[in-house]
């Protein structure tokens, strides 16, 4: 009696189609590389054709890779924000005292945008002809180091012998206080602050908000305080 075949099988991969995909990873990884180079050396205003130019493949190739420059932008805001959580991850397991713990998470942020103004730039804005409104990447980054924080600060309170229910509202509220506070100064080039004073502003007003809140759950804090000590009393 003949083997009976199942019609709705699907073929596995032979070694063509990995091939394939390991070609069009390669490829997507040198758009997005040139891509990125592309806006450091002249700003957001680059057009598919210098990307394509600068990667080494027809422009037709960057459209078989990506939708459309939609696909492409926010593409780009992904690999952009892996570079920033490089810089920002560290400062989300704080060390040191509480002022130093915020200090370093502070000056971890502002140092790489100062060193990657225009990629920044591009994170808020995107490209001239597809400006952002609401990148899931940028979204949903925020929303990570907001509930990465929230953790830290749950545990905090709950070593303390406190209710960690404040944690959530402390944690996106602090992300939004940066993300403001760091976004209008870049955008205002008559700003009467240096980045210094930017960092001293942030770094005061993130130590307020918690001490302001701890207070008001009897905890009664100082900032040379460990944070070791905060998570082990």
Known sequence: MPERVDATARPGPDGRATRWDDHKADRRDRILDAAIAAIEEGGA????????????????VVYRIFSGRGDLDEQLRARILERLMEHVTPGLTPAGTIREAIVDAVDNYLRWIVEAPRLHQFLG??????????????????TAIAVQLTGLLEEVLRSLGKDSGLAESLAFGLIGLVDVSVNRWLSNPQSALTIEQLSD?????????????????????????????????
Not at 221 to 232: E, G, K, Q, S, Y
């Open 45 to 60: 205003d680059v057009g598919v054709k210098q990307i394509a130019e600068r990667a080494g493949v027809p422009r037709s």
């Open 125 to 142: 804005t995107g490209s001239p002809s597809h400006r952002t409104t609401g990148s899931r990447a940028v979204t949903g980054t925020k």
């Open 201 to 233: 502003f942030l770094t005061v007003s993130i130590w307020q908000v918690l001490d302001g809140n701890l207070r008001r759950l009897g905890v009664d804090v100082d900032p040379t305080t460990p944070v070791a000590r905060l998570m082990h009393p």
